[in-house]
């Protein structure tokens, strides 16, 4: 395999050319912390910051509580690895989820998308500039609803014919709170992450979308 250049990003990141499918595999299987995203031959590793961390932290918080104000049922698959070898793709998202009866899958230890689904919703924060075209990975392997955030603001794709499209709001979780949730997120450093919860929460019990 060749290395590429590290990318100048808030996150460290590196891209490796002429990458197997085994070596992808192998280090996914092993890998901790990190997140993978490979496409065809090419290899990205992302040491995700302690910002890009809490942003994750705050908004998977916020949709797990939005579903339990709600009553939605949802399954946390956190950073599971999601790949197809007949597809030649993979990655790791930063977090998804399964929504209604998947029960089953909580005892997995890992997703076989040629036989199970693939996760409903999948979060990914976008902190550094990436050398693959994460979206059309995440196409290719069926994942219905993208949710983008760069710690500001949260776009919402849903996955149709030609690939995804942005939409005001979640088909999954309706009436999320979304400007609440950016507005919390863009000032997480002015408060504690309990507080922003409990911001959160009311707005969940409030309806404000």
């Known amino acids: 395999m060749s290395i590429v250049d590290p990318l100048p990003v808030t996150d460290a990141v590196v ?7 085994a070596t992808f595999t192998s280090l996914a299987s092993e890998s901790r912390g990190g997140r993978l995203a490979y496409d065809r031959g090419r290899l990205e590793i992302m040491s995700p910051s302690l910002g890009h961390e809490n942003v994750k932290s705050l908004l998977c918080r916020f949709i797990e509580m939005f579903a339990e104000e709600q009553g939605i049922d949802l399954v946390a ?18 977090a998804c989820y399964f ?15 040629s036989v ?13 500039r990436s050398s ?22 949260i776009e919402v794709l849903q996955l149709g014919s030609e690939g995804y499209r942005p939409t005001a709001a979640s088909g999954l979780l309706p009436g ?31 309806g404000e979308a």
């Open 77 to 94: 698959a956190g950073s599971v690895t999601l790949a197809r070898d007949d597809l030649d793709r993979g990655i790791e998202a930063d």
């Open 176 to 206: 999320f709170p979304k400007a609440e949730a950016m507005r919390l997120l863009a000032n997480r450093e002015a408060m504690s992450d309990t507080q922003a919860a409990r911001e959160m929460r009311a707005a969940c019990r409030n």
């Open 99 to 113: 929504f209604g009866s998947h029960m089953r899958l909580k005892s997995r230890d890992t997703i076989d998308l």
């Open 15 to 21: 891209a490796l050319d002429c990458v197997s499918w």
């Open 116 to 128: 199970d689904p693939p996760p409903d919703l999948a979060v990914e924060v976008d902190m550094s």
């Open 132 to 153: 693959l075209d994460k979206l059309a990975i995440y196409a290719s392997l069926g994942v219905g609803e993208l949710w983008r955030t760069d710690g500001k603001t």
